[in-house]
């Protein structure tokens, strides 16, 4: 009987095995991967915004404090956007022409809200409460990176689960005094783990309860 | 074959792999943040406010907190401060939300069918009001619900001044005709009478439901509750009798009860007042009934001042007149007030006059402001015939183009009262002022500016209407006198005051009925009331007390009837009264009396919109002006086709074992109870650790006593917590999505059910059976004793349902709430009702009740923000929050001084099905009743 395969076929199905085993774990790899990749998580994308408003130049260069603009991020769970109004306090002096604030001026005329692209997205199954994070230690540094250094928001951390848990199964090295919350160059000091467990007790926080499902998830 | 180009295998191949590629490419959904321009002030996103304002029923005010996240209310709640509401509130108080934003609403004025504007409607109105000034206001009528607020009746009193021929007519399908026809008899005057349960000790009930539905029955079941809180401290336990034909929820908790045919309860309350000395004569009463009464006698003489006998609304007024005989001789615990509503000279006429106006042509313009008498005028009297018929120029203003709209030249679409000013009064006549929680969704009127056009005041809004009325009878400060009216929800002192009665007389007996055949006795709903709800999917499929029926209604006849003429339980039947005949399904319940069919009202609606449409059967069609809540004479045949009766978990006997489930006791075993410590919990030996808490341990003690099965706290539920409607077609597939049920066990002999509720959310076990078996761990426990659900982990394998002892656990079959909404219930304006705080779920996931895990975590937030404990009582659940009887109690059981905590050492405290080892943070209080040891030998 003649021979069905020929010579170079086991190295054909060698080949194929291997590939086929290298693929499965290549997809595998991917899966476990790509959600920590910019693709998913959107970090550091920057969005096109109505208004090229720069974070850089109100909260670095003129020094205006982050509660001016989000008012209730000590009072609920959204810091807040400003409305049309906060703008036009200060812009209704200066820079009354520039080109670049036609869209707030055209909102305030028109009474019609400008539309702000966000730019960090929880799911809607989390519910991230701004005000007990910025009462209990949390700085706004800490997750969203140091706003005012940069012209356009972008998002710094990655937003995930994983990254979450992090801090909720030790937030002690992230825990800041209540007078540097809003400080945008706070950096940990080479005692901070010590301060940290001091904080944790200023604040009374039960780090060993903070992983329970209920308290983002409801 | 369809019309559609067929789809190749290829085609369809190629669709497929494009969406699936066209997926796969997605990004996140790109997500707006939209701020305001000019934010209001006090608004913070994020955080709700609350608003106090009131809604009617009946045109009785009960008084509602609101929940209002950022100009959208999501959530009613009672007023503390409110008498007819003191804080809690009932199904129809809580379902007014889905109303607001029900897509069927009527959004535009309509000349017939024809959308048209509301200028066109002026000018075509104003010829008519100057043809009928012109004749001194002869030919304009006007037909309303029962009135209470005092801004409408003096705008219609300032038309009547204006037009003295001016015709009012009001019309109320479930109204208060009976009762004060009643008073009128005894004192020469109509009057109301406020009973106060909570300083009686001996009630006896004739044909009346006071804790069932119904503009009093929150102030009702408190004070009830107040008399029977069975506790080791000792308070005072009332006793309660009911004498009626069908089984009611006042029924379901007396300590004794016994059925009578409409003709023997006029009997029985003619020989009640013969023995306490009134000349009357009747005919002797049977054995059974001669018993009970003698036993409610001796109990009623012996507690003077404190027993008090109840007549219901659809007693003949003779029967009332004779209760308030009755009473006075007791001295009974009722106030007498002055009727809540329009003053006794300028009362308005029944709508019988105006369908005998309309057909004589008598009529030129009539406007029908709120009124459906399409739909709920008696069957007798024709008014959709009447309408029809009529060459006058008809008006229909209201929230929904319903049956009478469709007949009327003209429909208005009228502002919801969540959306607008208004005053309104209660039943015991404290005065609220209503303040809207939400701009007008639509380009909708109110009927107080309908009235201000008639009178020439075209612009006058409701808001200036409502403040005229009030500034001329506050003088003063009005501003500020306003403003606290305004945030408290009630005028204060505003009740009306108890008038001195003048000794009652006794009425002449009405003729006994001599007509064979059952009787036909028609009720109120309990979840549509008198179809006005007919649109409300929540209330559709909240299931009715004691019959579980959901998506319909069912006449309900004793076994023996039902017997003696091969009937069998769910068939339908064809019931014929003179003319007139309809088809219902029928339910065999015992507790109904022989010789009595009853059916509620409400449903059979052909206008009422997606929801209601065609849902259970019209029983105004058989309803007679002269005799509205008991016709004799019916005929009732079976049609041997089943009724395709809806109901979610029947009702079900206990014997032997199951027993244990709903456990009750007599007061004396109660008593006798109290020196023992109290039963310690089951606890079987197990694998799982102990639960230790070193933080909240969050529990549930729900005391079944107390319940009275309204409901209140299953809509409360579903408010709260986004849960959807399934559909008539799942509930008939088993399957509903309610988080709380009210299980309603027979405890009594089966000739003569003793009906209990018993409230069933989620147990909370702190050995959870659920827990191991979810391979995913989306069933888990948190630090506080919460089981939690986690969604966005649940991968629908419904393991946890299988091994639930209690079956609380529902499963997202479809997406009822994320794009396979029952009927319009996906429509975007629906949307606007859910609540921020809670998760929609989505299709496939498992869900249950969380103990108001957002409210709990909302008071935990609050307390870490400012740096202290969470006080107790801080948490309160919606179920809680709702229960007009107060029977359930949420709190942290680590402080002994919790309510939670001390319930627990209760006598009657058991966990339901305890000796599973299930360890339940929900446990019951068994249900303590008082029966009359002179009725105790198998009498009742």
Same mark, same amino acid.
């Given at each position: 009987m003649a021979q069905i395969f020929p010579a170079y076929a086991n190295t054909v199905a060698r080949a194929v095995i291997l590939g086929a085993g290298a693929l499965v774990a290549g997809g595998l790899g991917l899966l476990l991967v790509l959600p920590a990749t910019s693709h998913v998580t959107r970090q550091d994308i920057i969005v096109e915004q109505p208004v090229q408003f720069s974070h850089e130049h109100?909260? *670095?260069?003129? *020094?205006?404090? #982050?509660?001016? #603009?989000?008012?209730?991020v000590e009072q609920s769970r959204f810091a807040g956007i400003p409305p049309t109004h906060t703008c036009m306090t200060c812009h209704s002096q200066i820079w009354t022409n520039a080109e670049m604030l036609a869209p707030v001026r055209r909102s305030l005329a028109e009474g019609v809200p400008l539309r702000w692209q966000r730019v960090h997205v929880l799911p809607d199954y989390v519910f991230f409460d701004h005000s007990v994070h910025v009462t209990n230690g949390v700085g706004c540094s800490t997750c969203h990176g140091a706003v005012n250094r940069m012209p356009q928001v972008r998002q710094v951390a990655p937003l995930t689960m994983g990254w979450c848990l992090d801090c909720h199964r030790d937030p002690a090295p992230n825990l800041r005094a209540p007078s540097e919350i809003y400080n945008m160059d706070w950096t940990p000091s080479s005692d901070q783990r010590e301060r940290g467990g001091r904080l944790l007790e200023h604040y009374g926080i039960r780090s060993e309860h903070l992983t329970d499902c209920s308290r983002c998830h409801r | 074959m369809t019309d559609a180009p067929p789809l190749s295998r290829r085609q369809a191949a190629l669709a497929l792999i494009a969406s699936a590629a066209s997926l796969a490419s997605c990004d996140k959904p790109e997500e707006e943040i939209i701020p305001y321009v000019e934010q209001p002030e006090r608004v913070v996103p994020g955080v709700p406010l609350r608003f106090a304002t009131s809604l009617p029923l009946n045109g009785y005010a009960r008084g509602v907190l609101a929940t209002v996240f950022e100009g959208r209310p999501v959530k009613l709640e009672g007023n503390p401060a409110h008498p007819a509401s003191l804080g809690a509130t009932d199904v129809f108080l809580e379902a007014e939300l889905l109303s607001l934003y029900d897509p069927d609403r009527s959004r535009a004025v309509r000349e017939g069918a024809r959308i048209a504007s509301w200028d066109a409607f002026l000018g075509a109105l104003r010829p008519q009001i100057r043809h009928a000034e012109s004749k001194g206001g002869h030919g304009l009528s006007l037909l309303t619900g029962h009135i209470t607020s005092p801004t409408m009746l003096r705008l219609i009193a300032e038309l009547r001044a204006r037009l003295p021929g001016l015709a009012w007519h009001a019309h109320e399908a479930a109204g208060t005709g009976n009762s004060l026809a009643g008073a009128a008899l005894a004192f020469g005057r109509p009057l109301a009478a406020v009973q106060r349960l909570d300083r009686a000790a001996v009630v006896l009930a004739i044909d009346a439901d006071p804790l069932g539905p119904g503009p009093d029955q929150i102030r009702h079941g408190r004070e009830f509750a107040s008399r029977r809180s069975a506790r080791r401290a000792g308070k005072p336990f009332s006793r309660l009798y009911v004498v009626e034909p069908a089984m009611t929820i006042t029924g379901a908790k007396a300590d004794h009860r016994l059925p009578l045919a409409p003709a023997e309860l006029r009997d029985f309350a003619a020989a009640l007042a013969i023995r306490l000395g009134g000349e009357l004569s009747a005919p002797p009463l049977a054995p059974r009934a001669q018993a009970f009464l003698d036993a409610v006698l001796d109990d009623l003489r012996a507690h003077p001042g404190e027993a008090m006998v109840l007549a219901g609304e659809w007693q003949p007024p003779e029967v009332h007149a004779l209760v308030h005989w009755i009473n006075q001789r007791l001295g009974a615990p009722v106030d007498l007030i002055e009727p809540v509503g329009p003053d006794l000279a300028e009362a308005p006429a029944p709508l019988g006059a105006l369908v005998e106006a309309l057909r004589e042509d008598r009529v030129d313009t009539l406007l029908i402001l709120g009124a459906n008498p399409a739909y709920d005028g008696p069957g007798d009297l024709r008014v959709a015939e009447a309408l029809r018929a009529s060459r006058a120029f008809t008006v229909h203003l209201g929230p929904w183009r319903d049956e009478t709209a469709a007949l009327c030249r003209w429909h208005l679409p009228e502002t919801h009262p969540l959306e607008d000013w208004a005053d309104l009064r209660a039943t015991d006549g404290t005065a609220s002022v209503c303040q809207p929680l939400i701009r007008p969704l639509y380009a909708t009127r109110s009927a107080a500016w309908l009235l201000g056009v008639v009178l020439g005041r075209q612009d006058e809004g409701s808001h200036a209407a409502v403040r005229a009325t009030w500034a001329a009878r506050q003088g003063g400060n009005f501003e500020a006198w306003w403003r606290r009216v305004l945030h408290e929800g009630v005028v204060p002192e505003s009740a009306a005051p108890p008038v001195a009665a003048p000794p009652a007389r006794l009425p002449a007996l009405p003729e006994r009925p001599s007509v064979g055949g059952l009787t036909l006795v028609l009720r109120p709903d309990a979840t549509v009331w008198d179809g006005r709800y007919a649109n409300n999917a929540w209330l559709q499929e909240c299931p009715k007390p004691l019959t579980r029926n959901v998506w319909g209604n069912a006449a309900q006849i004793a076994p023996v009837e039902a017997a003696a003429r091969h009937i069998t339980d769910g068939e339908m039947v064809r019931l014929e009264l003179g003319d007139r005949s309809v088809e219902v399904p029928v339910m065999v319940r015992a507790g109904t009396a022989p010789g009595v069919l009853s059916l509620t009202l409400g449903h059979g609606r052909a206008r009422a919109g997606a929801i209601g449409d065609g849902v259970g059967t019209d029983a105004y069609a058989l309803r007679r002006a002269a005799m509205p809540w008991a016709m004799p004479g019916l005929v009732l045949g079976g049609l /041997?086709?089943? /009724? /395709?009766l809806l109901r979610e978990q029947p009702d079900q006997r206990l014997d032997g074992e199951a027993r244990e489930l709903f456990q009750t006791l007599s007061l004396s075993d109660f008593t006798a109870r109290i020196p023992a410590a109290p039963p310690p919990p089951a606890r079987p030996p197990s694998l799982n650790p102990d639960a230790v808490s070193d933080t909240h341990a969050w529990a549930m003690v729900i005391d079944t006593t107390l319940c009275i099965g309204c409901n209140a706290c299953v809509i409360a539920c579903q408010s709260e917590n986004n849960v959807p409607v399934v559909g008539p077609e799942q509930v008939a597939g088993g399957r509903d999505m309610h988080w709380l049920r009210i299980d309603t066990y027979d405890v009594g002999p089966a000739e003569d059910p003793r009906p209990g509720f018993q409230p069933v959310p989620c147990m909370h076990c702190e050995h959870a059976p659920c827990e191991p078996v979810c391979p995913v761990a989306a069933s888990v426990h948190d630090a506080e004793g919460l089981n939690v659900q986690v969604y966005n982990r649940c991968i629908g394998t419904r393991f946890c349902q299988a091994n639930c002892p209690y079956k609380v656990r529902r499963f997202n079959w479809r997406g009822y709430a994320d794009g396979q909404e029952y009927a319009n219930q996906g429509a975007p304006v629906i949307a606007a009702q859910r609540n921020p705080e809670v998760t929609v779920r989505a299709r496939g996931v498992m869900e249950k009740c969380t103990y108001c895990t957002q409210r709990i975590s909302a008071a935990r937030r609050a307390s870490e923000r400012e740096g202290r404990e969470i006080a107790d009582g801080e948490v309160v659940t919606a179920c809680q929050a709702a229960c007009p009887s107060r029977a359930i109690i949420f709190g942290d059981l680590t402080k002994p001084e919790s309510g939670v905590a001390q319930l627990r050492q209760e006598p009657q405290h058991y966990a339901l099905l305890g000796h599973l080892g299930t360890r339940p943070r929900t446990t019951y209080l068994a249900e303590v009743i008082n029966p009359n040891p002179a009725l105790e030998d198998g009498a009742t």
């Open positions: 109100h909260a *670095g260069g003129l *020094g205006i404090d #982050c509660r001016y #603009c989000h008012t209730s | /041997g086709r089943p /009724g /395709g």
